[in-house]
């Protein structure tokens, strides 16, 4: 087969897991299939710069706004994350955004890789009053009544030098315990069952019915603002530590770290503990701290320049099953 033709093949793949993911939130395969076939297409297009297609599906953000919910524009884009799926690639992220700094040992804010679906979530007023799915990054679906329903999220918020227009960003998840809850459930009543945990808040997420939403154990922790007005501390970390301020759900696993060895020893330390936390994370998300420093570093297509996910091996191996009886 031609690489041309390799790698038509292999994003027309990818487009269809994509429907499956996150239009059906019903996925054929393992995330770490998925994974696979993407770096193998990033590789070939790397190879071949020539043949990268422009609707390629390593140059976009990968969901879809479906027509059944109202469509919100998202002011600020909302995008995806790379993955480095090894320390040494970790280590090269951390050292071209270091390149780009002049201060030495810049520091990184360090967030647990939430499994979950992302949302955005505006107050005016400190008051609660649109939320969306992330959609394609431009267009997402409003969701507003569902997640007012969930019960972690504050309706209003309270505190100090509070803007009257904030965005919050952060991911809606099931906690493990209430999927295993759920899913029995479902069951019981003759129903079918979740494939993993981010599928039942998707699915869950984007019911038409606030009823059904409001029936599912939904949680939201914020970890970025969007676009605000006023002032906000110019750290990562100090505005997740803002947000706690003003009532919001933040995980408590959010650390700032300086250097190397301590960003791979929290790599080392939340893998231990990943199995006793309440909730499913599929890595560790590194973000440059020095918000002015983000902006130096900008966006590539469908993701910041200035953060990377660091990804957990897949826990089981890899293989395809149909009907999705498979755990990620
Ligand atoms: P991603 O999940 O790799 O990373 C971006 C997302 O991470 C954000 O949108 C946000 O929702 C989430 N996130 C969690 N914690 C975060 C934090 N602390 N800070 C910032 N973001 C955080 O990218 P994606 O574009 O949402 O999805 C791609 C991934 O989804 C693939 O790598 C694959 O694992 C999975 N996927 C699987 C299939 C399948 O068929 N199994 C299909 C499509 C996508």
Redesign the pocket.
């Known amino acids: 087969m031609s690489i041309q033709n390799e790698i038509q093949q292999l994003s027309e793949q990818l487009e269809n897991?994509?429907y499956?993911?996150?239009v059906l939130d019903e996925?054929?395969?393992?995330?770490a299939?998925?994974?696979r076939i993407?770096q193998q297409l990033v590789t070939l297009e790397e190879q071949n710069p020539t043949l990268l297609l422009a609707n390629s599906p390593t140059q976009k953000?990968?969901g879809l706004a479906l027509s059944k919910f109202e469509q919100v524009t998202h002011q600020l884009p909302?995008l995806?994350?790379d993955?480095v799926f090894e320390a040494a690639a970790l280590k090269d992220f951390m050292a071209r955004a270091q390149d780009k700094s002049t201060q030495a040992n810049i520091a990184f804010c360090i967030?647990?890789?939430?499994?979950?679906?992302?949302a955005s979530i505006i107050y005016e007023n400190g008051l609660l009053v649109q939320a969306a799915t992330?959609g394609d990054g431009q267009t997402g679906e409003n969701v507003t009544e569902n997640v007012k329903t969930i019960k972690n999220l504050p309706l209003k918020l309270r505190g100090d030098n509070i803007p009257d227009l904030l965005e919050v960003r952060g991911?809606v998840f099931m906690l493990k315990a209430g999927f295993d809850k759920l899913n029995k459930k479902l069951t019981d009543a003759g129903e079918k069952a979740f494939v993993n945990p981010r599928n039942a808040a998707a699915g869950s997420l984007r019911q038409l019915d606030s009823k059904v939403a409001a029936s599912r154990p939904l949680a939201f922790y914020c970890?970025?603002v969007g676009v605000f007005d006023g002032e906000l501390p110019n750290s990562q970390f100090a505005r997740i530590e803002q947000l706690k301020a003003w009532g919001l759900p933040v995980s408590e696993e959010v650390k700032k770290v300086t250097g190397e060895q301590g960003c791979l020893d929290y790599y080392q330390a939340i893998s231990e503990k990943r199995p006793d936390l309440a909730y499913e994370i599929?890595g560790v998300?590194y973000?440059v701290d020095d918000v002015a420093l983000q902006q130096t570093l900008g966006f590539v297509a469908r993701a910041p320049r200035w953060?990377t996910?660091y990804k957990f091996p897949a826990e089981e191996a890899v293989t395809i099953v149909e009907n999705v009886e498979f755990q990620v």
Do not use: I, T
């Open positions: 897991y994509n499956q993911y996150y996925p054929s395969v393992p995330d299939e998925y994974d993407f953000v990968g909302m995806s994350l993955n967030e647990p890789k939430l499994d979950g679906l992302a992330r991911e970890y970025a599929d998300v973000k953060a996910a």
